[in-house]
């Protein structure tokens, strides 16, 4: 009898994790497949595509798993997973991270929300979403977010062996970095633990979300006249907000002395200032805010900060676009939108 819960017409149960580089996702996924097929001798196999590979960049990894007499001849990304993890929040506004999830999928998130909110998010109709705050989680135990979000997959996919995976994880560290096996074990157990479920039925009309393949803006019949790019300059537009994650600096400025040692730190274009006059009447630059399109969440600024104008805050859902003060570029043209 087989132990995979259900297959496609190929014969695979697939999984697809959606994250951005920094958090694991790639190595999540390779331990993943490796658990399946050492600990369980599952056939399978795990990929990832992550672009360039830059830290904030969108990140996918694959997982396929099938009986051990079928072939694996299929090399594709998966387009219609059984299961989606998705390691990061952020990500809903670069990427259709349930794209091709079926009527009855699982999907997994990194989120304290609720789960009405997420469903909305993910444009779901039906099908399981599962929660865990694998940010929480790694904060509490100074490890990574991968680890507690593998904890909770093993808990979704449960014809895994969590014992199996906790074997890995041993061996993985106890050679050059045996400090952090008991962070890590904890963590996994605690992403295993605390993963909550909701179920949404699906009514006969339900199809669930359609895959999407994502396409460049710009291509034969959206090109500017002659093949120009007319925007002048593209970090301008660049959008950091994905490089965050989980924490951002929280600006109060009633307590700024505007000194700028935050904008000096600041590796970024992120700090928004405006001249005005101090008490007697001399022309100085006034901190206004922050513009978290360009922030990526270091927090150097908060280090650099003598006062309590800035802190850490962790990150939630519509933050950064109801506290954010613009940039002004009165200059720049163009662009693609
Ligand atoms: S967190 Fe980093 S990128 Fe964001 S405003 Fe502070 S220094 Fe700049
Ligand atoms: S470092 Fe702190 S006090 Fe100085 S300008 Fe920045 S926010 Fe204000």
């Known amino acids: 009898m087989s132990i995979l819960p259900r297959k496609n017409e190929l014969g695979f149960y697939e999984i697809r994790l959606e994250s951005i580089g920094g958090l694991g996702a790639n190595l999540a996924g390779k331990m993943l497949a490796e658990a399946g097929v050492f600990g369980l001798g599952l056939n399978g196999s795990n990929f990832a595509s992550y672009g360039s590979e830059k830290k904030g960049s969108p990140v996918k990894s694959f997982i396929r798993f099938c009986e051990p007499d079928t072939e694996i001849r299929v090399h594709s990304p998966i387009e219609e997973p059984h299961v989606v993890g998705v390691f990061h929040e952020a990500l809903y506004k670069m990427v259709d991270v349930a794209s091709g999830l079926g009527p009855d999928g699982i999907i997994l998130v990194n989120s304290t929300r609720d789960f009405d909110e997420i469903k909305i998010d993910l444009k779901m109709e039906s099908g399981t979403i599962a929660t865990v705050d694998a940010l929480g989680i790694a904060v509490e135990e100074k490890t990574k977010v991968n680890t507690a979000m593998l904890g909770a997959l093993f808990r979704v996919c449960d014809f895994l062996d969590p014992e199996a995976m906790k074997q890995v994880i041993r061996k993985t560290f106890e050679k050059k970095y045996p400090h952090l096996v008991e962070p890590n074990l904890r963590t996994f157990d605690k992403g295993y633990q605390t993963v909550n479920f909701k179920t949404y039925e699906k009514n006969h009309e339900a199809t669930g979300v359609g895959f999407t393949r994502p396409l460049s803006q710009l291509g034969y019949l959206t090109q500017e006249l002659g093949g120009v790019l007319t925007s002048q300059a593209n970090s301008i537009q660049k959008d950091l907000s994905g490089s965050r994650q989980g924490f951002l600096p929280k600006f109060v400025q009633e307590e700024c002395i505007h000194c700028a040692a935050c904008d000096t730190a600041c590796p970024d274009f992120c700090f928004v200032w405006k001249e005005g006059e101090d008490k007697r009447g001399r022309k100085q630059m006034f901190l206004q805010g922050i513009d978290y399109q360009y922030c990526k969440g270091c927090l150097k600024c908060v280090e650099a900060c ?4 800035l802190s850490d805050l962790r990150e ?19 662009g693609i939108s």
């Open 306 to 309: 003598p006062t309590t104008a």
């Open 316 to 334: 939630t859902l519509g933050y950064a676009e109801s506290h954010q003060v613009k940039q002004s570029f009165p200059y720049v043209i163009g």
